[in-house]
């Protein structure tokens, strides 16, 4: 005790050093189960007295407070107390007013909190006086709002050396917020009651009033019972129009005037007069004034009025009529205790229902948040959103649609048959609907009938005031759709738009959630597929089943639909060469004129067939089933190779396939391209091996014909020329014949040699190997030499390009110059052979050319020829020279 | 003797070798021009090079053997090949030899042996 008053007296201001009750704050979890202890209470309709007590209990239970008090503010400067807790002071009942102290009167003219942290001992008044009674240390007070106006008070006390914190403070707030309208309908209720006392003519109006239902038959009660009282006065109970410039009959107890039909008020009238000056007002001869208006055509004689107003606000007017006497002289009394009992179950009613609707819309939602958590799919979610949304709106038809393209919705859940579901809704340009609304400004919408025939008769509540409430669903700042609500039969009320907009906003954050994660799926997912497609193609997988694996993968992966393979022919026949799921059999032929198919082998483009009909394919289509489709190109090394397809048998495919149709057509053309790489490879090998077979048989062929012929020979002679020099004859003779075979030998083994690879070549390098070969050439050559020496592979490679296209120059194209360059051109070399001859060859014959391509791209080179004709041949290839075969300098250029 | 090559220089010396030896040695270019030549003057023996330029030189042999009177064929080759000896016995030449061994003992015995 000593600790703490030492520190309170430093000043200590650092609530968490504080010590016991008053500085454990209420958390979230305490204060809604203070809101859930009341609710029931409330639902249930316990007497008043003991939801104000259960109330001040929670006050003080949350603020750990030693008492709780609650108070209303009553017309004028009293004060009415409602509940107290603990229930010590048993001698302050329920509605006991008293004079509004001025702690109080400041307490609801600011409206704001007010904390007391240590009483004032020295102050006066009764309020003080009172504390002080009570043993009040420090008390904190929170102003209770309804309808926009301070309503009441609660109060919180300790008795013992402590004061409240501002978390006190804010969560005596957010409670007596939520409870608010609970408390007014109970006070409303509580006040009725009292009046009830003894008074058997309220007792039927009274039961109807706490009642939350049937507002109508309330009416007719107080009409009827008030009749009774004031001894058969036709009283009738009017409700003002929004303007207040015209009233609608809700009851009536006499024949003077039928219920429902709308009457102008103007001020001069009995009911302008009542409802402006919110006091009675009596008539008691119609004849001394004018008689114009209702009065005169009704035939009143006198007439009392008084105004119903609820939470403050003009709300109708109460009215006694006769014919032939005037009112008795306490009717203003017992109509204005009509009007009190009639506007207490109004307001009742209203915060029934409000209360009601909250908890209704909470559980919608949350019912919907359950879906999203439980990661439903989409359709099972908007679903449960067009159906909770209709529920909570009375049951009216809704309509979740998905915007799909500019101005098209497609129903995505429809509650109450209006559409179905799949619907697809075009919005005119001109059109001035909800719909319409929302796409120029993003925001509700609404369309009464009432607004479009303001001619119609207001009093018939069932027919011609249908409206329609439209708000959007808007996902990452972006239209996604929009929810409707349509009541055929009558006008919605104003909140529907808050509501649905509720709706929407938790409508747009799970389709936001849904979407980041189905389309984070949808990647990993289609990632998945593609790798698999991928690795296929990699491993080798003949074609044939990397078609068939394309088709089934774009199928899995596009939710299902069917995929097609087709390969056009030079002509642009389409072939089905795989497929899954799909109608198409393999082997089925589409001309090139073909709607779509057709198109995508001419443009090379991806097409999209909304529908087939009265196109040349309607027949096909219609056979297979297929009402729409998309082809997008696969294309092998910029040419049209064939065309993947997805189709539809029911509705059209979705905006994405098209994207997500051109990667699998990607990785199928890349499969293609390897396949044919694969085959040309193959066949370059093949070549490549002939082309050495062929060269090691003419070698063979070359050796043993020449050389080895001429070397026997040479044995052979000098054999004989040994044998005749034994015999002791000349073998000169002999010997120059055997020389002259050896000589012969000598050189056509050069030759031979010299065919394999120059030998300048192999000695002297790329310039000393094309000096050498020019030399002996009919057709003068200049050579322009300008690179270092390069690996062998590449000289060799090199030279043989420029022998053989010189070959091919002085064999056919009648030329009279040749220029031969080399040179390095970034990370290549780069051969050229140009001619002045007749031009015209063609690069696809004569193997010649074949045999260097081969030998080209084994090195990664390339080759091409350009001979139009007339006009010469050049000759160009190219082969890659790592950089770092010349040093760091870069290229080395040969001295 | 026939000798038949397409080569005239080896002709020559295979010719000038075997009259050195004592055989009247005539000539031919060819298959069919041999064939010819052995119906024409009936040799004892043939002495024919595998590569011909109108079939090799087994082929020679089988239309040989097939001659209604005996005829000796010896096959030879700018080559070595041990195939050549198995071949040329199969197909009923009485020997193989390489063409640098025609001045070589074993060859002479085989011509001179009956």
Not at chain 1, 31 to 59: G, K, N, T, Y
Not at chain 1, 319 to 343: C, H, N, Y
Not at chain 1, 382 to 395: I, K, T, Y
Not at chain 2, 26 to 54: H, K, M, W
């Given at each position: 005790?000593?600790d ?8 200590s ?59 209303h503010?009553?017309v004028?400067?009293s004060i ?8 010590v ?12 102290s ?23 008044g ?6 002080l009674r ?14 926009g ?9 300790l ?16 409670f ?7 408390l ?27 009642r939350?239902?049937?507002t109508?038959?309330?009416?007719g009660?107080i ?25 609608t ?20 009238s ?21 008689t ?40 203003e009394?017992?109509l ?6 009639g506007s ?26 359950g ?30 649609a998905?915007l ?32 319409a ?36 669903v ?18 919605l009320?104003?909140w529907t ?11 747009a ?16 997912e289609?990632?998945?597929s ?16 990397v078609f068939?694996?394309?088709a ?23 072939t ?21 198919i ?24 219609s056979?297979?089933g ?9 294309a ?42 694969k ?6 090998r093949?070549r490549?091996?002939a ?8 070698v ?15 044995v ?33 083994l ?11 070549l ?16 009919p ?9 270092p ?16 296209s ?16 080399v040179?390095i051109?970034?990370?290549r070399?780069v ?9 015209g ?6 193997s ?48 | ?28 270019n ?20 595998i590569?011909l ?5 087994f082929e ?7 001659f ?36 070589s ?10």
């Amino acid at each position: 005790m000593t600790d703490r008053t030492a520190k309170e007296e430093s000043g200590s201001a650092n609530p968490g050093e504080q010590v016991g009750p008053a500085s454990q704050h209420p958390t979230v979890s305490d204060e809604l189960a203070a809101l859930q202890r009341i609710s029931p209470m409330v639902a249930s309709d316990h007497p008043p007295r003991e939801i104000f007590e259960a109330v001040a209990r929670e006050m003080a239970q949350l603020t750990n407070a030693d008492a709780a008090w609650l108070v209303h503010f009553d017309v004028g400067d009293s004060i009415m107390l409602l509940g107290i807790w603990p229930p010590v002071d048993r001698s302050r009942p329920i509605g006991t007013r008293q004079e509004l102290s001025d702690e109080l009167r400041l307490a609801r003219d600011a409206a704001v909190p007010y904390r007391v942290d240590t009483l004032n001992p020295d102050a006066v008044g009764p309020f003080v006086e009172e504390a002080l009674r009570l043993g009040i240390v420090s008390s904190l007070g929170v102003p209770i709002f309804l309808h926009g106006q301070v309503w009441g008070l609660g109060a919180v006390t300790l008795h013992r050396q402590e004061s409240f914190s501002e978390g006190h403070e804010g969560s005596l707030e957010w409670f007596l917020g939520l409870v608010a309208p609970a408390l007014g309908s109970s006070q409303a209720l509580a006040e009725m009651r009292h009046a009830d006392d003894g008074q058997l003519a309220f007792s039927r109006v009274a039961e109807l009033a706490s009642r939350d239902s049937a507002t109508d038959e309330l009416f007719g009660a107080i009409a009827l019972e008030a009749s009774r009282i004031t001894q058969g006065t036709s009283v009738t109970l009017v409700r003002f129009g929004e303007d207040g410039t015209e009233a609608t009959v809700l009851a009536s107890s006499g024949g003077h005037i039928e219920a429902a039909v709308t009457f102008p008020v103007t001020d001069e009238s009995i009911v302008g007069r009542a409802a402006r000056s919110r006091r009675p007002v009596r008539i008691d001869d119609y004849s001394v004034g004018s008689t114009e208006g209702a009065a005169g055509r009704l035939e009143v004689r006198a007439a009392v009025a008084v105004p119903v107003t609820i939470e403050n606000e003009s709300w109708g007017v109460l009215a006694g009529f006769s014919d032939d006497a005037i009112l008795p002289p306490d009717a203003e009394r017992w109509l204005s205790l009509f009007a009190k009992i009639g506007s207490a179950g109004i307001s009742s009613w209203q915060a029934h229902g409000e209360l009601r609707a909250m908890s209704d819309e909470q559980t919608a939602l949350l019912r919907v948040a359950g879906l999203v958590a439980r990661r439903k799919d989409e359709t099972e979610l908007f679903d449960a959103v067009a159906e909770e949304a209709s529920g909570l709106l009375g049951d009216v038809a809704t309509v979740l649609a998905h915007l799909d393209g500019d101005r098209t919705l497609r129903v995505v859940a429809s509650h109450g048959q209006l559409v179905p579901v799949g619907a697809l809704l075009e919005i005119p340009e001109d059109d001035n609907g909800t719909a319409a609304q929302i796409l120029r400004t993003m925001r509700s919408a609404r369309v009464d009938n009432r607004d479009a025939h303001l001619s119609a008769v207001k009093s018939d509540r069932a027919s011609g005031a249908g409206s329609r409430v439209s708000v959007p669903v808007i996902v990452g700042g972006r239209l996604w759709g929009m929810l409707s609500a349509v009541d055929e039969s009558r006008t919605l009320p104003p909140w529907t738009e808050r509501r649905l907009e509720k709706f929407a906003e938790f409508v747009a954050a799970a389709i936001a959630t849904n979407e980041a994660r189905s389309s984070m799926e949808q990647l990993a997912e289609e990632q998945a597929s593609l790798l698999r497609v991928a690795e296929a193609v990699a491993r080798g997988m003949p074609l044939q089943d990397v078609f068939a694996m394309i088709a089934l993968e774009a199928s899995n992966v596009l939710d299902q639909v069917a995929t097609s393979l087709m390969k056009y022919d030079a002509q642009g026949v389409a072939t089905v060469v795989s497929g899954w799921r799909s109608p198409a059999p393999v082997g089925l032929q589409v001309p090139p004129d073909a709607h779509g198919i057709g198109d995508v082998f001419r443009t090379v483009r991806t097409i999209r067939v909304e529908s087939f009909e009265g196109t040349n394919l309607a027949h096909v289509a219609s056979t297979l089933g297929v009402l729409s489709g998309v082809a997008v190109p696969i294309a092998v090394e910029g040419r049209i190779w064939g065309t993947l397809t997805a189709s539809s048998s029911g509705p059209p495919l979705a905006a994405e396939v098209e994207e997500r149709l051109e990667r699998f057509a990607a990785l199928a053309a890349v499969a293609i391209a390897n396949a044919q790489n694969k085959e040309q490879l193959v066949a370059s090998r093949a070549r490549v091996q002939a082309a050495a077979d062929e060269a090691r048989r003419r070698v063979q062929r070359d050796v043993h014909d020449g050389a080895q012929q001429q070397l026997i020979q040479t044995v052979l002679a000098l054999k004989m020329a040994l044998a005749a020099a034994k015999r002791g004859d000349t073998a000169a003779d002999l010997m120059a014949e055997a020389l002259g075979y050896a000589a012969r030998a000598t050189s056509e083994l050069r030759d031979l040699v010299h065919g394999i690879l120059p030998v300048s070549l192999s000695r002297g390098g790329l310039r000393a190997g094309l000096e050498s070969l020019i030399r002996n050439l009919p057709i003068p050559v200049e050579l322009d030499f300008d690179a270092p020496r390069c690996p062998s592979e590449t000289e060799v490679t090199a030279y043989f390009v420029i022998a053989e296209s010189l070959t091919n120059v002085v064999k056919h194209a009648g030329a009279n110059r040749i220029e031969v360059g080399v040179r390095i051109e970034g990370d290549r070399l780069v051969v050229t052979i140009v001619d002045d001859g007749i031009g015209g060859a063609d690069p696809d014959r004569g193997s010649g050319l074949i045999g260097l391509n081969d030998r080209l791209q084994a090195l990664g080179g390339e080759l091409s020829i350009e001979s139009p004709s007339g006009e010469g041949t050049s000759v160009r290839a190219a082969l890659p020279v790592a950089v770092d075969q010349f040093g760091d300098e870069g290229p080395r250029k040969d001295p | 003797m026939l000798v038949v090559d397409d080569s005239p220089s080896f002709r020559d010396l295979a010719m000038r070798i075997l009259t050195d030896w004592g055989y009247e040695v005539a000539e031919a270019n060819s298959i069919s021009q041999a064939i010819d030549r052995a119906y024409e003057l009936r040799p004892s023996a043939v002495l024919a090079d595998i590569g011909l330029p109108d079939g090799d030189g087994f082929e020679l042999t089988k239309q040989l053997v097939d001659f209604p009177w005996p005829i000796r064929v010896i096959l030879i080759s700018s080559d070595s090949d041990a195939g050549n000896s198995f071949e040329a016995e199969r197909t009923g030449a009485i020997g193989f030899f390489p063409k640098d061994e025609l001045m070589s003992n074993e060859f002479r015995e085989l011509l001179e042996h009956d």
